[in-house]
């Protein structure tokens, strides 16, 4: 038998991830047969030479559209269709990458409470929808990571305590020390639900419909990459990791951009560009600036990350008329390495995030912000802090 140290280049990188991820958690045999898994799930030739390092997959004028499957409708067609008209008409000479919002079945968050991520919602269209409109523009798609619907058919064997899906979430003890977790919510992080096995109490960073993973089962990792090669296989070229800083749980943590979670993405990266080599991966991270510049690593994570700090930075230049803060945060920012690249943008779907802020604009500026939003008639989402503090985390205007 060939021992693990005179297997091949890509071999060892992925087994070198799993070993720093689980190597407490698995012995060194079933982390050897779980690469062989990894590599055959990705169809990757072990023998193959790994993508050259810091180079770009773009170029300065490539132009992304993110919208939802049913933003345009038309009577007689499907959402997905009239999107892929919509874009042939009035877009085709100006972008060239498009981010459709997650487009598969779900239950609540417009979308980001997945049921089944192998399915797309066919109140939207089909994979047929998806392959056309990847043909002509590089499609970017939702991985949504962090967690699943608790209506889907995974949770509702994790009831039943058998069938697939069954240990797929992350659960604990009713009196774990959760004080110092940090969410982008207020609810309650713990949500008790009553299985075969008696009240569990399954953690749900977002919502009570929003049950995250486990994955320190290695299992909820080979599905996972068995959804990254399906949607490889389906079109989709750049992968937006959803949530992806809360990815990780250890008792006694904040629980946010953990180095389990660094070390993830850098496997998951690894995967990809062996198995696809113009993929690319961007980290949606909506966290202060300094903590989202670490989702580069060593330009072996994100190829992308969104540049979060610059709508609300932008937004407090137009309202207060002075570019002092955007102008600094500016001058501070360090150049992306080859190979990497800031994803510019000045809203989402989900409004304007306030914790890229933090640290560049004052309490007091902040606070300004806020109120004339609100004078204006925005809404105020609101998360829980270390402790329970109730802080803003968004303007949804």
């Not at 999107?83 to 042939?88: A, N, P, Q, V």
């Not at 089944?116 to 047929?128: C, H, S, T």
């Not at 089962?217 to 068995?226: G, I, Q």
């Amino acid at each position: 038998m060939t021992s693990t140290s005179e297997r091949p280049a890509v071999f060892q990188n992925v087994l070198y991830h799993l070993n720093t991820v689980y190597g407490e958690l698995k012995d060194p045999e079933m982390l050897a047969a779980l690469t062989n898994e990894l590599l055959a799930i990705m169809r990757v030739n072990p023998e193959a030479q790994s993508p050259q390092p810091h180079q770009n997959k773009w170029q300065a004028s490539d132009i992304a559209m993110i919208t939802y499957g049913n933003s345009v409708l038309k009577t007689g067609e499907s959402p997905l269709q009239t999107l892929k008209h919509f874009l042939d008409d009035y877009f085709a000479d100006c972008i060239n990458t498009v981010h459709i919002l997650p487009f598969f079945p779900y239950c609540s968050d417009d979308g980001f409470a997945v049921k089944d991520f192998f399915q797309v919602n066919p109140e939207l269209g089909d994979w047929g929808d998806i392959n056309a409109i990847a043909k002509d523009y590089r499609l970017m798609a939702d991985l949504v990571i962090n967690h699943g619907s608790s209506s889907s058919q995974w949770f509702q064997n994790f009831i039943a305590g058998q069938g697939e899906g069954h240990d797929f979430f992350y659960t604990c003890e009713a009196d774990t020390p959760v004080s110092l977790v940090v969410r982008p919510r207020i609810t309650p992080l713990l949500r008790q639900t009553e299985t075969a096995q008696g009240i569990k109490h399954v953690w749900c960073t977002f919502s009570h419909e929003q049950v995250d993973f486990d994955f320190r089962n290695t299992e909820v990792l080979k599905t996972f990459v068995k959804i990254i090669r399906f949607y490889l296989d389906q079109g989709v070229r750049l992968f937006r990791l959803d949530a992806v800083a809360f990815l990780w749980k250890q008792a006694g943590t904040n629980c946010l951009n953990l180095p389990q979670t660094h070390e993830l993405i850098r496997l998951l990266r690894l995967l990809i560009e062996q198995a696809q080599s113009d993929a690319v991966i961007i980290t949606e991270t909506n966290i202060p600036n300094r903590e989202n510049l670490s989702y580069f690593g060593n330009a072996n994570e994100a190829h992308w990350i969104y540049n979060f700090s610059l709508p609300p930075l932008l937004l407090n230049t137009l309202i207060s008329g002075n570019c002092r803060y955007l102008r600094q945060w500016l001058m501070s920012m360090p150049p992306a390495q080859n190979g990497t690249a800031y994803f510019n943008f000045i809203a989402s779907h989900d409004g304007i995030g306030l914790r890229p802020a933090e640290g560049l604009l004052t309490d007091n500026e902040i606070a300004a912000l806020i109120s004339t939003m609100q004078g204006f008639g925005g809404e105020i989402s609101w998360r829980a802090a270390e402790n329970g503090i109730k802080k803003p985390y968004e303007i949804n205007i």
